[in-house]
């Protein structure tokens, strides 16, 4: 059984900042890769950000682009997201998962595991 919990959501002005981190567990957790997606009021869940635990490549959405770094801790099976320069269109609830697959980060479908959600909230 893995399990994946996030932290670090809350409520901020536009412009600034949050860290958002993803604690894993699990008795055979090793996934090749972590991911951030986000679901706003009304929306489709959509790709935020992953990194390859196995290259340590990045990727992101067009629309976090310079804003936002993935980083992971192997050691810890933790994923942060940093953010920065926050908007409004960044409300949402994220969520953190992990995937098995070798490609397709930016792909829910590649996820096996996910986590209940974290709430971030930009004010203007």
């Known amino acids: 059984q893995v399990q994946l919990v996030e932290s670090g959501g809350g409520l901020v002005q536009a412009g600034g900042s949050l860290r958002l981190s993803c604690a894993a567990s699990?008795?055979?957790?090793?996934?090749?890769?972590m991911g951030w997606f986000r679901q706003a009021p009304g929306k489709e869940r959509e790709f935020v950000a992953a990194?390859?635990?196995?290259?340590?490549?990045?990727y992101y959405a067009d629309s976090v682009k310079g804003r936002f770094t993935i980083s992971g801790d192997n050691a810890k099976n933790t994923v942060h997201l940093q953010m920065s320069s926050l908007k409004p269109d960044d409300t949402a609830v994220y969520f953190c998962a992990s995937s098995n697959a070798l490609y397709a980060y930016t792909a829910a479908y590649a996820y096996n595991y996910w986590g209940q959600g974290t709430q971030v909230t930009v004010s203007s």
């Open positions: 699990g008795r055979t957790f090793s996934p090749y890769a």
């Open positions: 990194i390859s635990l196995i290259s340590g490549n990045t």
